[in-house]
């Protein structure tokens, strides 16, 4: 009985003997199958290194600045100025109120373009924009304008005068605002200019709208 068991576990043992020398003669096979399947992983690691590289050279790149000798953006100077006159309306001081005068409405008052009415033709040059406003019963207003888009003009109660108007249709867009509260409203005037030659630019023009 012993010798048998003897014998199955000598057995045994060459048979684990000779699994190990299969397996090791199977070794460079077992390590040609690891290197081909780390290939792969081997790929994707130099992918995301080379992509790190780029973003953080594009983040080290500097802004560029703009040097002395950069050309300026060109500025149209073939548009036409307008030009306001000087003040026409009769000016009303503040006065000392007595026990029978009411202080003016802070609300803005009544205006209207009274000339030239929507649609018209003017031919002369200036061609002049009449303003009417209540300022008897009203506390003062301030207006700007602007021709066909321009830019807005500053802000003053002065009349209008447009110098040298280009011949066509004209848009005349005036915003008044009251000095005493804060409303304001938008008058639009339509008309058409048909105007002489050039006229000469006073120089005591007291704003402009470009």
Same mark, same amino acid.
């Given at each position: 009985m012993e010798k048998m068991e003897f014998s199955r576990s000598r057995r045994l043992k060459k048979n684990k003997r000779k699994t190990l020398e299969h397996l090791y003669d199977k070794k460079p096979? /077992?390590?040609l199958i690891v290197a081909i399947l780390?290939?792969?992983s081997l790929i994707l690691l130099v992918l995301l290194?080379?992509?790190s590289l780029r973003?953080?050279?594009k983040s080290s790149e500097p802004t560029p600045t703009p040097s002395a000798n950069s050309t300026a953006p060109t500025v149209n100077t073939s548009m036409p100025?307008?030009?306001?006159?000087?003040i026409t309306r009769t000016p009303h001081p503040t006065e000392i109120l007595n026990a029978s005068q009411a202080p003016c409405n802070k609300r803005l008052g009544p205006v209207t373009i009274t000339y030239p009415s929507e649609g018209s033709t003017v031919n002369t040059?200036?061609?002049? /924009?009449d303003i009417s406003y209540d300022d008897n019963t009203y506390c003062s207003a301030v207006w700007s304008y602007s021709v066909n888009g321009s830019n807005w003009s500053n802000y003053n109660d002065?009349?209008?005068?447009l110098y040298n108007l280009p011949d066509g249709q004209i848009t005349f867009q005036l915003r008044v605002k009251s000095l005493t509260s804060t409303e304001t409203t938008t008058l639009t005037r339509h008309f058409t200019y048909t105007g002489s030659s050039a006229a000469a630019?006073?120089?005591t023009a007291s704003s402009s709208a470009q």
């Open positions: 096979l /077992i390590e780390s290939i792969p290194n080379y992509n973003n953080l050279n100025n307008f030009f306001t006159a000087s040059n200036p061609a002049e /924009i002065s009349s209008v005068a630019v006073p120089t």
